[in-house]
């Protein structure tokens, strides 16, 4: 299957710990890459593979990966946290890639 | 830096077919894929396809498959999208995307700002 299934919707007290989660097929044999997105923005790339940031992503932000899930988690969210959050991977069985359906991530 | 500038808005009526322009710099344009994905209004992001800028090769999700043509051209690294037959679900915000890969993971980065379609009689 090509789907990714993501909790519609978080949310978080200011400061404190929140983990997204992803779940599908595919995950179990590659890791998935996560994406913020503002109202009128761009998606933004802020974890990739295992647990990688690319510069620019605080590192309040990290990834995890077991068996059929991937996680993002934010630790001491911020209130600039506040957006959508998309998961990302391949589905190599069908040559398709896919994206999770979002979570939107509400900071209290 | 690497840098993706898609083409301006477009509106076109249903039956219409739009191209959409993805202008690459910063890189080697045929080192890296191009991915297209796009967002309808209030809805999540839908990946659309992929062309390979060395060979030109595609992969079109089956959504779109026999309405989309995504071609390059490598002397002005410019990546083009092509919908036809438009409907109005058709109307979104269309991305264009570079892909970067490793092992087993593959991620989009950076992305362009975004052309809207509308598609509207």
């Known amino acids: 299957s090509s789907e990714l299934t993501q909790d519609p919707a978080v949310s978080v007290a200011l400061g404190q710990t929140v983990r997204i989660t992803c779940q599908g097929d595919s995950l179990r044999t590659c890791y998935a890459s996560w994406y913020r997105q503002r109202p009128g923005q761009a998606p933004l790339l802020v974890i990739y593979g295992k647990n990688n940031r690319p510069s620019g992503t605080p590192d309040r932000f990290s990834g995890s990966s077991s068996g059929n899930t991937a996680s993002l988690t934010i630790t001491g969210a911020q209130a600039e946290d506040e957006a959508d959050y998309y998961c990302?991977?391949?589905?190599?069985?069908?040559?398709?890639?896919?994206f999770g359906g979002g979570t939107r991530l509400t900071v209290l | 830096q690497v840098q993706l500038v898609q083409s301006g808005a477009e509106v076109k009526q249903p039956g219409a077919s739009v191209k959409v322009s993805c202008k690459t710099s910063?890189?080697?344009?045929?080192?890296?894929?191009i991915h297209w994905v796009r967002q309808a209004p209030g809805q999540g992001l839908e990946w659309m396809g992929i062309i390979n800028a060395n060979d030109g090769g595609t992969v079109y999700a089956q959504k779109v498959q026999g309405r989309v043509t995504v071609t390059r051209d490598t002397s002005t690294s410019t990546v083009h999208m092509e919908l036809s037959s438009l409907r109005s679900d058709d109307t979104a915000v269309y991305y264009c995307?570079?892909?970067?890969?490793?092992?087993?993971?593959?991620?989009?980065?950076?992305w362009g700002q975004g052309t809207l379609v509308t598609v509207s009689s």
């Open positions: 995307a570079r892909d970067v890969s490793g092992v087993m993971v593959w991620w989009l980065d950076p």
């Open positions: 910063g890189y080697t344009f045929t080192s890296h894929w």
């Open positions: 990302y991977s391949r589905d190599s069985s069908a040559n398709q890639w896919v």
